[in-house]
């Protein structure tokens, strides 16, 4: 469901949160095939566990955050950065 939301409004970037368990074995593959369909709308995906203890929350949960971002935009901010960089 989530997908085909990301496939009919097509947003410039996104984010997705789930329990850790989502990248354990029982459901890699599932989780790899999300990763690659994103990929083949057009985005780059960037996903880490994070500990919600480690970020002032009262609790010890860990998450997968995974943030989505166009490829297209992706790439200007790049040579954007490049540009300033280098100026």
Do not use: C, H
Request: overall charge positive; proline content about 2%; cysteine-free.
């Amino acid at each position: 469901e989530y997908l085909r939301v990301i496939r009919a409004n097509k947003p410039v970037f996104g984010m997705y949160e789930n329990v850790k368990n989502i990248v354990g074995k029982q459901f890699k593959e599932t989780f790899k095939m999300f990763i690659d369909e994103l990929n083949e709308y057009g985005y780059n995906a960037y996903w880490k566990v994070l500990n919600t203890k480690n970020y002032g929350v009262p609790q010890n949960r860990e998450r997968v955050y995974l943030i989505f971002i166009k490829k297209s935009l992706e790439s200007l901010i790049s040579q954007n950065r490049s540009t300033t960089m280098l100026d």
